[in-house]
């Protein structure tokens, strides 16, 4: 026997923001906090890899063709335009964009959030991403966390 539903719609309650200026706020804050981690932590393994595949990919190298790469090849795209825009491939400036996208999926949290819920939520909720140890460990890194959460 076939069972039929009625469709139905959920509404969901939407807030408008409250205060543009609390969005740069947390984005600023995020930002100062993620490149004090990035700057203040010690090298991980894995970060030399990807800045290398990095260089390689920004000199015109392709990824599976010139050198072994068993990831999908959007990271080292990613990192590439780096050294394309500044002409630099240097450790630092890749943990800082890598902070950049902490920051900014901090930020985008906090806007889903604030809409949903309210603006002291989305508030709260981009603070506690921000000091989740994960996100504290991880997203300061040249690594993939940083950029494929956003």
């Keep these: 026997m076939l069972t039929t539903y009625k469709s139905f719609s959920v509404k969901l309650q939407t807030h408008p923001p409250e205060r543009p200026g609390v969005a740069w706020a947390v984005f600023v804050l995020a930002l100062a906090w993620f490149a004090h981690l990035a700057l203040n932590r010690f090298v991980d393994g894995y970060e030399g890899y990807y800045a290398l595949i990095a260089q390689l990919v920004a000199g015109g190298s392709l990824p599976y063709l010139d050198f072994f790469y068993p990831q999908m090849p959007v990271l080292p795209y990613f990192y590439a335009l780096l050294p394309w825009a500044v002409g630099s491939t240097d450790w630092v400036l890749l943990r800082l964009v890598t902070a ?31 000091v989740h140890p994960f996100v504290m ?6 690594k993939s966390y940083a950029a494929t959460t956003m």
């Design 137 to 142: 460990s991880e997203f300061s890194l040249v």
């Design 100 to 130: 950049a996208c902490a920051a900014l999926s901090a930020l985008l949290l906090y806007l889903l959030i604030q809409r949903r819920v309210g603006q002291g939520p989305g508030v709260m909720a981009a603070l506690l991403f921000c």
